[in-house]
């Protein structure tokens, strides 16, 4: 049975983390809006509008220990099992989340039957773990029930710097952990790898200092709006022109783990990327850039 793994550095304890992946108070901060967790008794439920399925009643615990939780989940009439933990090694405190069976990297991409859930589903309910326990707001959480897609966040730092890091090959990289390719003006092409192995790339349909908009072959627009007071901007991201009836959730989530990263190299001085490793079958050699 195929298995994925993604896992995330962070500053907090071992202890910290664990208290955010068994405090039912706690989860309904970084992960879900509701949550039950007695775990004597046997119960780890998280259900609502940012979860995959929203029903309650699609998990059901196999064990817990004094460093990790075990669950399964059924999500599509699939039953998955999930790890979520926290570990030290080489001096650094990991958090990692397992899931099996993992769909191939390929229908990940192309989001076949939720595929794309599955893959960033855990990328950026882990990268709002980290900012929760490093005492941070959480960048966003994926809302499965409405229909728009959109996102404001304040970041502190200039409109000017965040139109680098989205715009610069190298520096969205470091923060996104994955290559893109772009030719930085309007009318350009980009893609996330890079534009040899992309037969049908975006199209660069914005770009000044507030503005950067990317149009896809299937039609949809990926727009990033920026309004900079005194050093700190309002970023709002939307993504449109897809199906309303079958938003591209995936892709979303995608982005704002992305993003979430994106806002901690522009305000934390002594950044270092959070993504540690990603295991996931059929995941093409180069693709990603984790440190």
């Given at each position: 049975?195929?298995?994925?793994?993604?896992?995330?550095?962070?500053?907090a304890?071992?202890?910290?983390?664990?208290?955010?992946?068994?405090?039912?108070?706690?989860?309904?901060?970084?992960?879900?809006?509701?949550?039950?967790?007695?775990?004597?008794?046997g119960?780890?439920?998280?259900?609502?509008?940012?979860?995959?399925?929203?029903?309650?009643?699609?998990?059901?615990?196999?064990?817990?220990?004094?460093?990790?939780?075990?669950?399964?989940?059924?999500?599509?009439?699939?039953?998955?099992?999930?790890?979520?933990?926290?570990?030290?090694?080489?001096?650094?405190?990991?958090?990692?989340?397992?899931?099996?069976?993992?769909?191939?990297?390929?229908?990940?991409?192309?989001?076949?039957?939720?595929?794309?859930?599955?893959?960033?589903?855990?990328?950026?309910?882990?990268?709002?773990?980290?900012?929760?326990?490093?005492?941070?707001?959480?960048?966003?959480?994926?809302?499965?029930?409405?229909?728009?897609?959109?996102?404001?966040?304040?970041?502190?730092?200039?409109?000017?710097?965040?139109?680098?890091?989205?715009?610069?090959?190298?520096?969205?990289?470091?923060?996104?952990?994955?290559?893109?390719?772009?030719?930085?003006?309007?009318?350009?092409?980009?893609?996330?790898?890079?534009?040899?192995?992309?037969?049908?790339?975006?199209?660069?349909?914005?770009?000044?200092?507030?503005?950067?908009?990317?149009?896809?072959?299937?039609?949809?627009?990926?727009?990033w709006?920026?309004?900079?007071?005194?050093?700190?901007?309002?970023?709002?991201?939307?993504q449109?022109?897809?199906?309303?009836?079958?938003?591209?959730?995936?892709s979303?989530?995608?982005?704002?783990?992305?993003?979430?990263?994106?806002?901690?190299?522009?305000?934390?001085?002594?950044w270092?990327?959070?993504?540690?490793?990603?295991?996931?079958?059929?995941?093409?050699?180069?693709?990603?850039?984790?440190?």
């Amino acid at each position: 049975m195929s298995t994925g793994i993604v896992r995330v550095r962070t500053s907090a304890t071992p202890a910290r983390v664990h208290r955010a992946l068994t405090s039912a108070d706690e989860l309904r901060v970084w992960l879900a809006e509701h949550a039950d967790v007695d775990l004597e008794q046997g119960v780890y439920e998280f259900w609502g509008r940012y979860t995959p399925g929203v029903e309650r009643g699609r998990h059901k615990l196999l064990d817990a220990t004094s460093s990790s939780v075990r669950f399964t989940w059924l999500w599509r009439d699939i039953e998955y099992t999930v790890e979520l933990g926290v570990e030290e090694r080489d001096g650094e405190t990991l958090i990692y989340a397992s899931q099996s069976p993992y769909p191939e990297w390929g229908a990940a991409i192309e989001d076949e039957g939720g595929a794309g859930v599955v893959h960033t589903f855990w990328s950026l309910s882990l990268a709002n773990l980290v900012e929760h326990v490093e005492g941070r707001s959480v960048f966003a959480l994926c809302d499965f029930v409405a229909q728009e897609q959109r996102i404001d966040v304040d970041i502190a730092a200039t409109p000017a710097a965040i139109i680098h890091a989205l715009t610069d090959e190298e520096v969205f990289a470091r923060y996104f952990g994955a290559r893109c390719s772009i030719e930085p003006h309007v009318g350009g092409r980009w893609a996330m790898g890079s534009l040899e192995d992309e037969p049908n790339p975006a199209k660069v349909v914005a770009l000044d200092e507030n503005r950067f908009a990317l149009e896809f072959q299937d039609g949809m627009v990926a727009d990033w709006q920026l309004k900079g007071s005194e050093g700190r901007t309002r970023l709002t991201f939307v993504q449109s022109g897809f199906d309303v009836t079958d938003p591209p959730y995936g892709s979303w989530m995608g982005w704002l783990s992305g993003f979430a990263e994106m806002r901690r190299m522009l305000e934390l001085p002594s950044w270092r990327p959070m993504w540690h490793s990603y295991e996931a079958p059929g995941l093409p050699d180069g693709v990603l850039t984790f440190e």
